[in-house]
T-cell receptor, first 115, second 116 residues
């Protein structure tokens, strides 16, 4: 089954404790991206990657890091989480550039709470 | 820059009612336009799209027409069902060229609840 898998789905952590949200896709997609979803703000792009070892900042990259060492994986790293990073996070992938095909495939989301 | 504005929600309807969710956009050039749907507890999935002016996207009884003159892409359905209860996102992409190359810009989302 074609899918984007995120882990963990739910996490409660404390300020400053480094964490990683993993994302893996089994569709051989070149493009991967992370979004955060907050009430009234919709989805905002954090980082994206157009292929292995190629990453770039989205609209709200502060406080986040990513890496793309393998085509299928695109982990999101919070080196020192703060309460304003409490949010619902989505990983997404697509063939080529999402803006050209329009079809992003989303994971089920990871709800993060930073105390 | 590019932006998408959706009608304020939430929207609450009875089953079989007519649905309209308004979406307007600001973009230079000729963007492609999309509607995504997010069912409870799930990620977003593409509902329909239109890539040029006057195109109509349709899927699962939903329709939206790309209106360049009014910069709009309103979502409509003639008879909603309880199973249509979800959050609906309008989005645009600029396509090739510029710093927004390949990027989807989403609206804030509209919550739809359909009662039996």
């Amino acid at each position: 089954e074609a899918q984007v898998t995120q882990n963990p789905r739910y996490l409660i952590t404390v300020t400053g404790k480094k964490l990683t949200v993993t994302c893996s896709q089994n569709m051989n997609h070149e493009y991967m991206s992370w979004y955060r979803q907050d009430p009234g703000l919709g989805l905002r792009q954090i980082y994206y990657s157009m292929n292995v070892e190629v990453t770039d900042k989205g609209d709200v990259p502060e406080g986040y890091k990513v890496s793309r060492k393998e085509k299928r994986n695109f982990p999101l790293i919070l080196e020192s989480p703060s309460p304003n990073q409490t949010s619902l996070y989505f990983c997404a992938s697509s063939f080529g550039l999402a803006g050209l095909t329009g079809e992003l495939f989303f994971g089920e989301g990871s709800r993060l709470t930073v105390l | 820059g590019n932006s998408v504005t959706q009608m304020e929600g939430p929207v609450t309807l009875s089953e079989e009612a007519f649905l309209t969710i308004n979406c307007t956009y600001t973009a230079t050039g000729y963007p492609s336009l999309f509607w995504y749907v997010q069912y409870p507890g799930e990620g977003l999935q593409l509902l329909l799209k239109a890539t040029k002016a006057d195109d109509k996207g349709s899927n699962k009884g939903f329709e939206a027409t790309y209106r360049k003159e009014t910069t709009s892409f309103h979502l409509e359905k003639g008879s909603v069902q309880v199973s249509d209860s979800a959050v609906y996102f309008c989005a645009l992409s600029r396509g090739a060229g510029g710093t927004s190359y390949g990027k989807l810009t989403f609206g804030q989302g509209t919550i739809l609840t359909v009662h039996p």
